[in-house]
Structure formats: C-alpha cells, structure tokens
C-alpha cells in the first residue's frame, strides 16, 4: 500500500466527533455539538444566534441519529415539533459534554469556492442576534 501525501488524508474531524460523542454517552453526559450555519446547514433558523447553534445530539434527544463521516444526520423536537436536521461535519465548532464543558473544539468551515458562493442561500429569516454558545474547558 503506498503512503498518502498530507493533502489526500481524510479529514479526522469526524472520527474525533464520534469518539468524543461516545466518551459523552459513556460517562452519562449529555453530547452537545456547536454548529456555524450557513445555507449548508438544515437546522430550526428560529434557534440559531449569531450565525451559530448549539444542539443536543444524545440518543435520548435526537432520532435515527447518524454520526458519518460528511454529514451529522438526526430528527428532533423543537418546541415540541419535529424537525430534520442536517449538519456538514465541517461545520461542527466544538462537541462537548454539556455537565462540564469538556470536549473539542475545531476551526470554522473554510470558505465555499467561488461556485459555491455564487448560489443562493435559503430564503429564511436572518438569524437572530445574541451569544449562543458556552466556553469549553480544556480536555486533560
């Protein structure tokens, strides 16, 4: 098998994700992820503030939840109506444990190519303003 250039490695983002939300369920925590949205990101745009939103991915919160290694997949209840939310791993911020705030943080999504940004985004409601999202604690 030969060696793979630094370039053509698949991302880890999604495997740290994943370790860290089963660390979580483990140890009885509650797995929060920090999502920056944008066009790409199919969540409840009346949750999000300040281009940011932060979901509870436990299994007791969320259905048919699917950790991959593109996207993060789940149904869920906000204000007591079900949504489907669809998140581009690139765009998790952090995954924590809500109980104590340790976890992982992670670099925002890099910019879309220019094709991408062309397109237009959903016509939803700007997001709300406001600060939406808890400080992390180093992970020892």
Known sequence: MSAMSQGDLPSTRPYLIRAIHEWCCDNGFTPYIAVAVDQWVQVPREFVKDGEIVLNTSYDATGNLRLGND?????????????????PVDHVLAIYARENGQGMAFPPPERESAQAQSEQPPQDEPPPSGSGRPALKRVK
Do not use: L, P, T, Y
Request: glycine share 12%; charged share 35%.
């Open 71 to 87: 996207c993060i997949e789940f149904k869920a209840r906000f204000g007591g109506v079900a949504r489907e939310i669809r998140v």
